[in-house]
Nanobody, 120 residues
Framework: QVQLVESGGGLVQAGGSLRLSCAAS????????MGWSRQAPGKQRELVAF???????NYTDTVKGRFTISRDNAKNTVYLQMNSLKPEDTAVYYC??????????????WGQGTQVTVSS
């Protein structure tokens, strides 16, 4: 079992920045690959970025060049630095831990989510 606790969400103006953090605890053997997903009102949840234990990183196209995912393995913590935020980035952001198979990431454990609101 893995527990994930997110922090760092909030309200920011367009063009601003936020940094999300997610601390994982529990079964350390399951905490290998980590990522962030988001869900905007009326939309499906989408994977924003993931980072594997080996350092492979992937971003969805809409955040490339603006968001940066990183991790501190000693602390079992993953971060999402979000710059140049846009109103369309408004969503609940979820931290996750999952599997990485054949180049794809599959979230398995989820945090409770943190709200990010970007005003225009």
């Amino acid at each position: 079992q893995v527990q994930l606790v997110e922090s760092g969400g909030g309200l920011v103006q367009a063009g601003g920045s936020l940094r999300l953090s997610c601390a994982a605890s529990g079964s350390i053997f399951s905490i290998n690959h980590m990522g962030w997903s988001r869900q905007a009102p009326g939309k499906q949840r989408e994977l924003v970025a993931f980072i594997t234990l080996g350092g492979t990183i992937n971003y969805t196209d809409t955040v490339k060049g603006r968001f940066t995912i990183s991790r501190d393995n000693a602390k079992n913590t993953v971060y999402l630095q979000m710059n140049s935020l846009k109103p369309e980035d408004t969503a609940v952001y979820y931290c996750n831990v999952g599997q990485y198979l054949r180049g794809s990431y599959y979230p398995g454990y989820w945090g409770q989510g943190t709200q990010v609101t970007v005003s225009s």
